[in-house]
């Protein structure tokens, strides 16, 4: 998986930017339990080279985001 990211979140004090390319990896099993539903579960790894600007007040933050790794589940449905 690759893809960009791009979000801008702007409050009262507080205005958020976020920019930048992700590529990565996921490995999981998925159990036909019938022919309509089926469980999965596996891991994700996202290696990315995002920047977070955060504005607060007067304070300037840059935040760097290296990578992101989740576990997920979840329950499949077939029409």
Do not use: C
Not at 1 to 24: F, H, P, Q, R, W
Not at 27 to 52: F, I, P, Q, T
């Amino acid at each position: 998986m690759a893809g960009y990211t791009k979000n801008e979140i702007s409050g009262d004090e507080v205005s958020i930017d976020l920019d930048g390319m992700y590529y990565g990896a996921q490995l999981g099993v998925n159990y036909a339990l019938n022919n309509n539903l089926s469980l999965e579960a596996g891991y994700r790894y996202m290696k990315s080279n995002a920047d977070y600007d955060l504005v607060d007040g007067t304070e300037s933050y840059k935040l760097e985001l290296d990578y992101i790794s989740n576990w997920f589940v979840g329950v499949n449905y077939k029409f």
